[in-house]
């Protein structure tokens, strides 16, 4: 889930058009979930083929992706590698939130409650070896870089974004700024009318760019205190203190200048937040990596959406536009080369 900064962080909203001639590295786990969360049946139930295999993440890897594509966009989908140990409390946190979801899913649907039922579905998507696996063979396929992470794909997409291999990070999550990507996207691939997960409210979503270096200065505080501020409320990797909140904690660090400071001179007392400090600020990043986007097989993308049940047709109707995309986005890049020599 990350931390959540929306209180104190200002974004600001785009057009995918606005990213036009861009490399992004999209969080992939982050964006996967997101598929697997809105991309459902009216009664909550996952698309799936005709042997009960789910296939909402392939549809939302060929046509958002291809959406992106279109926009003049190259995205790099980064995983996941090994999670920290520190992390254990949170995945276990996970897993009993998506139990917890998965009886009330099916109580609602007893009841004959869609929206009630709907609703608690979202909250029950999981991460399976085949989802993982099937989702990079597409991308593969469609030509889009993969790239595995030692460990936090967030981290390793920042990574990439701070030494200027690609224009921004994409991720829901805030983790990025505390990782270190100089630009942060967020609402790449899920823009438009969404549900409110857990509730049933609508709200518009909107693509929206949040630069690092702006909300530090507009705070004014550095990188390595706004992690101090979050180990104070708490991230992935620890729990952080009852009764602080971005705003709260950003107040101490202002005042304190560093999470040391603000425990010798409060009660606050954090156990190993200098292991959570070193995650962010210095945790495992590789440089095995190529953002160089690959030649599509459509014989091979339309191979595998077919044997999950996808339409030829359709399916083929989505790779002649991203092929269209792309050269139409080579020739453009080309002319303004030669607009450049003259």
């Not at 101490?252 to 007392?269: N, R, Y």
């Not at 156990?271 to 600020?281: M, S």
Request: proline fraction near 4%; glycine fraction near 8%; charge should be negative.
């Amino acid at each position: 889930m990350g931390v959540n900064l929306s209180p104190i962080v200002e974004a600001t909203e785009i057009e995918l058009q606005d990213l036009r001639g861009k490399t992004v590295a999209v969080d992939a786990y982050n964006t996967i979930f997101q598929f697997l969360s809105i991309i459902r049946q009216p009664d909550g139930k996952p698309l799936q083929d005709g042997q009960g295999r789910v296939t909402s993440h392939l549809s939302g890897i060929l046509y958002r992706t291809a959406n992106l594509v279109e926009a003049g966009i190259e995205p790099t989908f980064v995983f996941d590698g090994k999670p920290s140990e520190l992390k254990s409390g949170t995945i276990e946190e996970r897993i009993a939130r998506r139990e917890r979801a998965k009886v009330e899913y099916e109580e609602a649907l007893a009841e004959g409650d869609l929206k009630k039922a709907f609703s608690k579905a979202q909250q029950t998507s999981r991460m399976t070896p085949e989802i993982l696996e099937t989702s990079k063979e597409l991308l593969e396929l469609m030509g889009i870089p993969v790239v595995q992470a030692p460990s936090d794909g967030e981290a390793q997409a920042a990574y990439m974004c701070l030494k200027g291999d690609v224009h921004a990070a994409a991720s829901q999550d805030y983790d990025s700024i505390l990782f270190g990507a100089p630009t942060l996207v967020r609402n790449l691939t899920v823009s438009g009318r969404r549900k409110v997960p857990g509730k049933s409210v609508y709200r518009d979503v909107h693509t929206e760019v949040i630069d690092s270096a702006s909300v530090l200065g507009s705070l004014g505080i550095t990188r390595e205190q706004l992690v101090d501020v979050c180990i104070l409320m708490g991230t992935d990797f620890n729990e952080g203190v009852q009764g602080i909140g971005p705003k709260k904690g950003l107040k101490l660090i202002q005042k304190h200048g560093d999470l040391e400071t603000v425990m010798e001179k409060t009660d606050v007392d954090i156990p190993g937040y200098e292991q959570v400090r070193a995650i962010f600020l210095d945790g495992p990043r590789s440089d095995d990596y190529s953002v160089k986007t690959g030649r599509m097989d459509p014989e091979g993308v339309v191979a595998m959406m077919t044997e999950y049940g996808f339409s030829a047709d359709r399916v083929g109707t989505v790779i002649n536009k991203i092929e269209a995309a792309r050269k139409a986005e080579s020739n453009r890049r080309k002319q303004r080369s030669l607009d450049n020599w003259f």
